[in-house]
């Protein structure tokens, strides 16, 4: 194969959070009725997964599996697995209405970590990100700023987001303004009963 | 004079010396005045000129609700006009300047505008500006403009960074006096999320320098225990410097937080805005004190009776030594009490009631204050800083019965409960007789989505003025809200209040209560804007009955202070003028923001690199080293033209479009639209939204189609490749793939909800390079991979392979006329892609050519663009594409709009080429004329030019138009004026310049 | 700024990630409709002063499209429900006749 780099090529930033461009990520959107078994087992079959309820991102080793809408998933796996998986998925799919495409190159992933993660998201998201409200393994669609993104949690400290490559560069430069020195909001971490 | 009176004010530290400047003058403060208490420190009662007559005016009041004490501040990228003095703290360094004056503050010629005041009345400007017309343009404008606007538009760019912050909340408390804390810790009680907003430095409010007890303690002293009980509490967040700026609709408000204003060397940003939602809101903003309408009333020393005592309490600044106080109520006798206590000179409290007050007069009284009850000022009198008082009886014309030679004057008109918050989104005002103010009516509070109240007021907000009642209310208020917002109520915190009772006040509107005109024509209702007791009653006289009429007509409270003070003493007035009870006549809108913030927190991050989402391709940086000019394409940018050094653009796009036709260049497409549509009705889904036949479209094949609305207009155009039985692939206009896709999904979810059809929005998968000229295919051979012959892949086919080591797919379309390949790689690879075909046509004269070479090429082509021929406007009749609309459809989008009359109209204009005689290029947009005008003396006209630009390839200018019977018309010659004075002339010829039997591009 | 909850995710959507789309429950005129009807279907809309049914997208989050029962003028929410379907439930009709009795729309009442 011949020389591929992700939107940002890994960029990173250290601030009031540390934000990583982590490079390319395997992603493929399956389309199709959820509540079907033959859409389920591939769902899980490709993510190694467990079937995600209603705005839930499932996790396994070598992926995770995210429900972005009623008849939306999305698989993460690894960059180099995808043919791979997507082959098996249609094969197994067959006949099934459904749409399973491959999306990895079409977006952008990033790592936002440190304690002041919930903060710096909360300066770009109109979401409600107290600890007690969003926690790890939910998944939100929303806006990060001017465009539109899909932020979950790995742990307490740490966001994943996903946005369109086209406008990475957009993204990357809004979580540096947020998490610039200086600007610790503490409206999360002074919630934290903890 | 006034004066630093004691170094040790509740909130200065006299041992820490601060400088600052004002209007260059450098002066000295102590950490933890404002510029308002340090500029009274240094007997600068003088800060700036009114509006309109340009009055000399010193500081009125001590916090937000300032009219006059408006300064430019900072220099250079940290120059800020109209900001108030009494709200700014004090910092080492501070640069500030005083506006709306020249030559200098204490010389100032447009205060001959003062000794005009008669010839400018209230609606001077509608009534001198009306005639005669022709004036407008050069005498009245320019006049209006110049006279505009208080300080001076910074002229350098912000050096400050901004930003914003979503909040959630179950119960925001906006004011953090004693009856927001105590709200605030009766709610936290039962455990919901707490957000409290004080908009000053300090917690308390009023209720430290107000005094009473709370607890036992002093009400300072209880502040500060409440304040450090919240601040231990998990479920409570506390911010100083944070103004609540608006209430608006579901529970949404604004904070303003100002985090470096007072510290401008800190690391950070300059402001916050807290966008906040919340379910329930508490408004616990506090009251504020009226003016008295006297003649005089505006000299500088003139102040609100409770900035006096601020000043004396918090900053140990006297604004005077010899001061006469005039009330209507018993608030104004603890100012007299203090200032006595501090040793100063209260010559005469002015108390308008005939009976006077209660507690608190006796015990001024005590003191050996003098108080004259049923007296009032008839009129205060000294140019820049008061020199004298006449006294006269408040029941009458103002006859003076004394004269008395003071330098301050401290006034209160009783208190108006700050309702701004409480009003911005719909809660509903009643007045209080006993109060004389207007205060929230708790039956008719903002309604949120649940249709039940979300804003509860708390404390004086509530029109509750006794400390006693304040603290039950606001803990009553804020288990309220807990309640509201889902909380179960455990024990209610008990706090105990003393507190001097207080004698009813009696409304004064108009000091004397019949004053005379000349009197009246100097009891100043609104300072900034210069608005007269007398303004408002000519108002009134000239059939003015709205209070939002006579606010317009007058300027009343249209201020940056807001009409904060001048509000209720300017309806009272309006009210007496009509004869009508005060209710009757109301307030105007309250409007947010509570006072104004800067323009910097609205935009928050969104300036520099992150003012808008750029759209970037994969070879975007490729285009940049190589010297690319952008063009937008919404957000996206694509390489206009790659100028080479020495180059001019139109160069350069000259050279793009020679070499693509002679040899081969590249030009970036990735920003095209792709859809994938999927399913078994995807062929039925698409020949709805294309107006041609796409379910006969073969697998392997492509094919070009129109997108209309439901109006029938055009709205995209693009290919579309069939993939296998239930796939298709759609491309659309690089501004049309969100669009386009959304315009998909809606159709799918809301009409055709049982169609078996799954779109995806590829767009950005796919790095796409369109590979054009005569050597394309010799270039792609040399890339080696996949066979391109023209047996193998013809034209309007497409095929996946391998171009090189590159996995791609290959469409043969062609938008330029030339042999043509758009070839897709996945993105992360076009970077390498793109590169390695510019490596391997080296030897074939490849170039990158930019969005005008294809503009020019699919013109000479007679290729219609979206955009350009059409604007919403269009259809695609009019485009003679009649050959791309099915007939054998029973319906498509759009068809049975154009069967309309107007659509099938045969005077609707008709696209055709159009060449100039003397093969210039016609100007974009110009009209041709026709014989004989409109109805507004206008030529007729009967086309437009859509498209126009010069031909490398023809060596003239070409363009494409709509015209009247265009079609039918071939070889006539149009008339264009052109907006340079030229006019121009064209000939109709067909649309399609250049290799009209497509040879070119089918080799 | 209004907050909807969006009936297929269930989120507790703020305005900023939705779109307005209009009337809801808009019967397609399409080839072989009077020009009465289509004129009806294309251009003729309701501007009430009270209870309305509005097409929303919840265009910064799942994608879909869904209705929402609201009042103009007191911005109360009576409800939002799946856009596949010609008629509001009945019981948002019910909530609707609760707290508004008398009200009508169009069709509706």
Known sequence: MSETISALNNAGFSGLVRIDETGLQGMITLRGDLSLATVKKVATTASGAAFPGQRQITVSDTGALAWMSPDELLILCPYEDVSDRLAKMTKSLGNTNALAVDVSDARAIFAISGEDARDVMAKLCPVDLHPEVFKPGEIRRTRLAQIAAAIWMEDDDTFRLICFRSVAQY?????????????????HAAQDPA | MSHRHSKSGRLTDGNKEISFTFNGKPLRGFEGDTLASALLANDQMLVGRSFKYHRPRGIVASGTEEPNALINMGEGARFEPNQRATTTELFDGLVARSQNHWPSLDFDVGGINASLSRLLPAGFY?????????????????????????????????????????????????????????AARAAAETGARVLVLEQSAHWGGRGPVDGGRIDDRPVDNFVETLVSDLSARANVTLRKRCMGAGVYDHGYALGYERLSDHAPDSNGPRHRLWRIRAKQIITATGAIERPLAFAGNDVPGVMLASAMRDYLVNYGVAPGQRIIVATNNDDAYRTAIELKKAGLDVLR???????????????????????????????????????????????????????????????????????????????????????????????????????????????????????????????????????????????????????????????????????????????????????????????????????????????LGMATDQGKLSNINGLATLANALGAPIPAVGTTTF?????????????????????????????????????????????WRRPYAYPRTGETTHDAVMREVSNTRQNVGLLDASTLGKILVKGPDAGKFLDMLYT????????????????????????????????????????????????????????????????????????????????????????????GGMDLSADSLKFMEWQDGQIGDFTARVYRISFSGELSFEIAVPASQGLAFWSELMKAGQGLGVMPYGTEALHIMRAEKGFIMIGDETDGTVIPQDLGLNWAISKKKEDYLGKRAQQRDHMTDPTRWKLVGLETLDGSVLPDGAYAVAVGTNANGQRNTQGRVTSTYHSPTLSKGIAMGLVLHGPDRMDEVLEFPGTDGKTYQARIVDPVFYDKDGEKQNV | MLTLQCPYCGVQADETELSAGGEAHIERHGPGSSDEAFQEYLFSRENPFGVHFERWRHSHGCGKWFHAARNTVTLEVYGTYPAQTTEPPADIRKRISGVAPGWTWRFLG
């Open chain 2, 349 to 555: 409290i002015l108390d308008a009631r005939e009976t006077g007050g209660g507690a608190l007069m006796n015990q001024a009284r005590q003191l050996g204050i003098r108080i004259d009850c049923g007296r009032a000022i008839a009129k205060v009198s000294g140019g820049k800083r008061v020199r004298k008082v006449q006294i006269c009886a408040q029941i009458g014309a103002g006859g003076a019965l004394e004269e008395v030679g003071c330098d301050a004057v401290a006034m209160s008109g009783g208190w108006s409960p700050a309702v701004h918050l409480w009003s911005h989104c719909g809660g509903k005002l009643l007045w209080d007789d006993t109060h004389a103010h207007f205060r929230p009516d708790p039956e008719r509070p903002p309604t949120g989505a649940d249709g039940k109240g979300f804003v509860l007021p708390a404390g004086s907000a509530n029109g509750i003025l006794s400390l006693d009642g304040i603290v039950p209310d606001a803990i009553q208020t804020g288990r309220d809200a807990a309640k509201a917002a889902g909380f179960r109520l455990r024990k209610a915190p008990e706090f105990s209040v003393v507190q001097n009772s207080e004698a009813p006040l009696e409304p004064v509107w108009l000091m004397p209560q019949e004053a005379r005109v000349g009197l009246r024509a100097k009891a100043w209702l609104d300072y900034q804007n210069d608005v007269k007791v007398s303004d408002v009653q000519l108002a009134a006289q000239e059939g003015y009955e709205s209070v939002e009429h006579t606010k317009r007509y007058t300027t």
């Open chain 2, 692 to 783: 041609n036949m796409m379910s006969t479209l073969k697998p392997g094949k492509c094919r070009y189609g129109l997108m209309c609305s439901e109006n029938g207009f055009l709205i995209d155009d693009g290919v579309v490749a069939r993939i296998d039985d239930d796939t298709f692939l759609c491309h659309t206009t690089t501004g049309g793939a969100d669009r386009i896709h959304a315009h998909m999904e809606e159709w799918l979810q809301t009409e055709w909800w049982d169609w078996k059809v799954y779109t995806a929005n590829l767009t950005e998968q796919y790095a796409q390079i369109a590979v054009v000229g005569p050597k394309a295919r010799e270039l792609l051979d040399k890339m």
């Open chain 2, 591 to 635: 409007r947010p923001p509570y006072s104004p913030i800067s323009m910097g927190a609205i935009a928050g991050e969104a300036r520099g690199s992150v003012f808008q989402p750029l759209r970037r391709t994969p070879m975007h940086e490729w285009h940049r080293q190589h010297n690319a000019e952008w063009e937008p394409v919404g957000h």
């Open chain 1, 171 to 187: 993204a990357y430069d809004a979580l540096k303004v947020a998490a610039a020195a200086g600007s610790a909001v503490g409206f």
């Open chain 2, 126 to 182: 509608y009534k001198m500006f009306m005639y005669p017309r022709a004036f407008w343009k050069h005498v009245y404008e320019p006049f209006i403009r110049q006279s505009a606007g208080l300080g001076q538009a910074p002229k350098e760019g912000d050096a400050d960074t901004y930003e914003h912050f979503h909040a959630f909340t179950d119960v925001l408390v906006i004011g953090g006096g004693v009856a927001g804390l105590v």
